[in-house]
């Protein structure tokens, strides 16, 4: 199985950013959709964003979509979540994921990585 790694958790004042890094190995990330997942202690994973193969960007919720940008860089097989004007209910893992598409992202994905940690306090 290919494997997918996230960076660029921490801590963060509420206001701050931080921007996540997920590298894909073999390639992955020319062939299949890219995004970005998170869970809350307690609460179910909810879906945050997705780049296809070809570079369209969805907003999966409308909670982040002004707050959070998604995008890739082919050469280095790698993805990104900028992540802005962070508040504590953003306080979650965060989760990196792959599909054969942004439609199939989640329930469909075919890989996942280990998560990382992003905690937003004061």
């Known amino acids: 199985q290919l494997a997918l790694v996230e960076s660029g958790g921490g801590l963060v004042q509420p206001g701050g950013s931080l921007r996540l890094s997920c590298v894909a190995s073999g390639f992955i990330s020319d062939v299949y959709a890219m995004g970005w997942y998170r869970q809350a202690p307690g609460k179910e994973r909810e879906g945050l964003s997705c780049?296809?193969?070809?570079?369209?960007?969805?907003n999966v919720v409308d909670s982040v979509k002004d707050r959070f940008t998604i995008s890739k860089d082919k050469a280095k097989n790698t993805v990104y979540l900028q992540m802005n004007s962070l508040k504590p209910e953003d306080t979650a893992v965060y989760y990196c994921?792959?599909?054969?598409?942004?439609?199939?992202?989640?329930?469909?994905?075919?890989?996942w990585g280990q998560g990382t940690q992003v905690t937003v306090s004061s």
């Open positions: 780049i296809s193969s070809s570079g369209y960007t969805t």
């Open positions: 994921t792959a599909a054969p598409s942004c439609h199939r992202l989640g329930v469909g994905s075919d890989y």
